[in-house]
């Protein structure tokens, strides 16, 4: 098979998971900005790490032969300290430029918070002004069916965003159609207890718009699974799909999406 | 969406589930054994149980521990979220 990982944290993961990957099929991996697992102390931090993703991780992935794109951001989880974010969103526009970039990504809302919120309001500004793609974070567990609503709400209501451009991702079964029925790209999330499994994700394929759905890992420093997008490809054909369904699903829906960033290409 | 063979649901889920069920089931005397049944999470868990009863049960299961609630927060005072809503209205 031959898929896309359109989510995933690999300046958190060894050498051995790009060489897992690479022989599962996988043809391009999309890695956006996220936290670290602890604070930044400064815009210097993400500075360093904005140059990372867009240099060093690319040159890792490229000794697998995978190309690797990025996203950037602050991530909402350090969006509580307004000077910091306006900081490091100041910084972006000089990375926009590298060849790697697909837009403007993680953002979205962690806490459901009045900071997070003007933080992602920047953001998206700052992505209709560049003409960016954007990759949004919804919440956790318990503040994921508000917090998806205030990020759907806020972004529908800026004219300058094409839905058509937008990928809402973590979604599950209380948060998919509220994403679909606006327009915007939903994105299922493959992760150990806290997201999907490969079994729920499948169901809400097959209850949602599946043009508009991608599965990722987004695997990272935590507990997860770098293959469980292939591993959830074997589910669909135990399911009884088949490969031209599959190659749709996981390869096809999330060039679609990603093509419209002149940035990325993609060897089949 | 759907597959060209569909397959039987319950042939293909039931032990995974099955084996599922049991540790809910063994999670839950535990607690009661340890005299936790107080807490918020666990009453959350109980009360997301009577969504089993409904259709859709994965969906009302997840807003059953869901904030419902429509209004940004002041500030973010943790990172983390514990899966249940602490301040539920009981």
Redesign the interface.
């Known amino acids: 098979m031959r898929y896309i990982e359109p989510h995933a944290h690999m300046v958190s993961r060894t050498t051995d998971d790009y060489l897992a990957m690479v022989t599962a099929g996988c043809k391009a991996v999309c890695e956006p900005a996220f936290w670290a697992g602890f604070d930044r102390s400064s815009a210097h931090g993400f500075y360093d790490y904005f140059c990372q993703l867009t240099d060093y991780e690319p040159k890792r992935a490229a000794k697998f032969g995978l190309p690797h794109f990025s996203w950037l951001c602050i991530n909402p989880k350090e969006a509580e300290d307004l000077k910091l974010a306006d900081e490091v969103i100041a910084l972006i526009p000089e990375f926009l430029g590298r060849d790697n970039v697909l837009g403007i990504g993680e953002i979205g809302l962690n806490k459901n918070s009045r900071n997070e919120m003007t933080v992602l309001e920047k953001h998206v500004n700052l992505a209709a002004e560049n003409d960016q793609l954007i990759l949004v974070h919804t919440p956790h567990l318990e503040d994921k069916f508000k917090g998806t609503k205030l990020i759907v709400d806020m972004i529908k209501s800026d004219s300058r965003i094409d839905p058509g451009k937008v990928l809402i991702d973590h979604v599950e079964e209380h948060t998919a159609k509220y994403v679909m029925d606006a327009g915007f790209w939903g994105g299922l999330t493959l992760y150990p207890e806290s997201k999907c499994t490969s079994a729920r994700a499948i169901d809400i394929l097959e209850s949602c718009e599946a043009e508009r759905l991608w599965m990722n890992s987004a695997c990272d420093w935590g507990v997860s699974v770098p293959l469980a997008v292939p591993y959830a490809a074997q589910e669909m054909r135990r399911r009884g799909y088949d490969d031209e369904t599959i190659d749709k699903v996981f390869f096809k829906n999330p060039v679609k999406f990603l093509s419209q960033c002149a940035n990325f290409t993609v060897r089949g | 969406?759907?597959?060209?063979?569909?397959?039987n649901s319950v042939e293909?889920?039931f032990m995974e589930v099955r084996a599922k069920l049991i540790d809910i089931a063994a999670f839950m005397d535990r607690v009661e054994r340890d005299g936790l049944t107080e807490d918020f999470r666990y009453q959350a868990f109980k009360e997301a149980m009577d969504a089993l009863d409904s259709d859709?049960r994965?969906?009302n299961v997840?807003?059953s521990?869901?904030?419902?609630?429509?209004e940004?927060?002041?500030?973010?005072?943790?990172?983390?979220?514990?899966?249940?809503?602490p301040d539920k209205p009981q």
Do not use: F, H, V
Request: charged residues 25%.
């Open positions: 969406m759907k597959p060209n063979e569909k397959q293909l889920y859709d994965a969906e997840l807003l521990l869901s904030d419902r609630t429509s940004l927060i002041p500030a973010a005072t943790t990172k983390a979220a514990c899966g249940a809503w």
